[in-house]
């Protein structure tokens, strides 16, 4: 099996669109839970996305 170099640009681009879709998805989830617009759903998801991109991808090793 191969093994890559974590710090490759093209694996920082698939780590953050994975994190943005997971983030994406419990945000709105959980304003859709709590009765939220559809507009309030999308901003909720791009805020919780963004916390996951900026606190799992950007902390230091």
Do not use: P, Q
Not at 2 to 18: G, P
Not at 42 to 47: K, R
């Amino acid at each position: 099996m191969k093994h890559y170099n974590e710090d490759c640009s093209l694996c920082k681009v698939m780590r953050s669109m994975a994190f943005s879709g997971v983030g994406m998805g419990i945000g709105a989830g959980a304003a859709y839970l709590l009765g939220a617009s559809k507009e309030n759903m999308v901003y909720s998801g791009i805020v919780v996305s963004a916390m996951l991109i900026l606190g799992l991808t950007g902390r230091k090793k």
